[in-house]
């Protein structure tokens, strides 16, 4: 009984941590949802593109792109950007990870320091504030 006790707390300490690692990190996965709460945390210029982002970045090598999803503007009034490529398949964001990590690093702004992230997750890339990509979730 002891035993059984036992594997269904670590199985629920499993499961619980499971979930809390899931809910931290980028920005939502759904494209229009992350639109949705960009502009609802207070990042009123915000907007959803198909065509011409996508178009900028095939032109620098990276294909596969579904959409992407930017804004910029304040949160507690420090300036705050976010820009978020959804691509069609995981396999293109693996692909473009290195030549969209080396352009965010171009985009990088000399105040941000170390509030900037560039990171990976699933099907998407998203670089920008700390901030910016916590108001996308």
Known sequence: MKKTIRLIAVAMVAVM??????????????????????KDNGINWAGKDTLLIPLALKALG?????????????????????????FEEKDDANDAWDKVQEYADKEKD??????????????????????AVKAAK
């Not at 930017?70 to 950007?81: P, V």
């Open 17 to 38: 941590l499971c979930l809390s690692l899931a809910s931290c990190g980028g920005p939502n996965a759904d494209p229009d949802d992350a639109l949705a709460a960009l």
């Open 62 to 86: 990276v294909d596969g792109i579904d959409c992407v999803v930017s804004g910029t503007g304040k949160i507690d009034d420090e300036y705050a950007h976010v820009t978020i490529i959804y």
């Open 110 to 131: 000399d105040e941000a320091g170390d509030n900037w992230v560039c990171k990976k997750s699933g099907k998407m890339i998203y670089y920008g504030t700390k901030e």
